[in-house]
């Protein structure tokens, strides 16, 4: 089962620049652990120190955002899961 992870503009420079990366996984938590495993660098960027994933990062599947608590409901072939990293300003 192959799911297509699209990386958001401020997290592809610890992806090699890539913005679209194709895991083998089953569930939204399982798709960024695989990320997570092929770039081990952008993990500071989405857990804090405590290892809770940070508020401003987010998930769209299939361009519906989706909470903590959907994180580990299954994905079908094909999906893509999109991991944005939030940023304010003001």
Known sequence: MGVNVRISSLLRKFTDGQELVEVPSN???ECLHS???QFPKI???LYD??????????????????????????LNDGDELL???????G
Not at 60 to 72: Q, W
């Open 27 to 29: 569930s939204p938590l």
């Open 35 to 37: 990320v997570i495993e």
């Open 43 to 45: 993990k500071k960027w």
């Open 49 to 74: 120190n405590q290892g809770e994933l940070r508020p401003q990062v987010w998930f769209f599947v299939n361009k519906e955002r989706i909470y903590a608590d959907d994180l580990n409901k299954p």
């Open 83 to 89: 991991i944005l990293l939030a940023a304010g300003g």
